[in-house]
């Protein structure tokens, strides 16, 4: 069985359509948010499908970018990273090397993307997530349209 993903509205509403018969319900989803695994459901037609459900308020596309990170203010030191997603509102990267990043530091990523004018990007961020040697950060000023990255996360 396939898992449909289904994107959550800001509302924390999502619509599920079942697969066999067509059938569509807006319902609340907001007790889902910590659950990382599918969820099955069973449609008024008997035919159970499996979901999972898409919180990101916008795509992330994976990546594989060297770029640079330093801590702000200071930025005087600079330490190499792979961009492994991007998205409109922020990024995923890998450091190389142990780092002393915490939640909630400051930090500036600079990275060239893979698009035909290899566009240059240099991006205030705040760390959100570490997972060893990976940091999950939110751009500083998301509602700052950047025209190069929109062009490259276009489907």
Request: hydrophobic residues 35%.
């Amino acid at each position: 069985m396939e898992t449909q993903k289904v994107y959550v509205n800001q509302d924390d509403t999502a619509v599920l359509v079942c697969p066999n018969c067509g059938l569509s319900k807006n319902i609340s989803v907001a007790k889902f948010k910590a659950r990382r695994d599918s969820l099955k459901i069973r449609c008024k037609c008997q035919s159970t499908f499996s979901v999972s459900f898409e919180f990101r308020r916008a795509h992330r596309k994976k990546t594989n970018l060297k770029g640079y990170y330093s801590r702000l203010p200071a930025c005087k030191e600079s330490h190499g990273m792979l961009v492994k997603n991007i998205s409109q509102t922020g990024i995923g990267f890998a450091t190389f090397a142990p780092h002393n990043l915490m939640k909630s530091s400051e930090v500036r990523v600079t990275f060239t993307l893979d698009d035909a004018k290899q566009s240059k990007i240099e991006k205030d961020v705040v760390v959100r997530v570490i997972e060893d040697k990976y940091v999950g950060c939110e751009f500083t000023d998301p509602s700052k349209f950047d025209k190069a990255l929109g062009f490259y996360l276009m489907p």
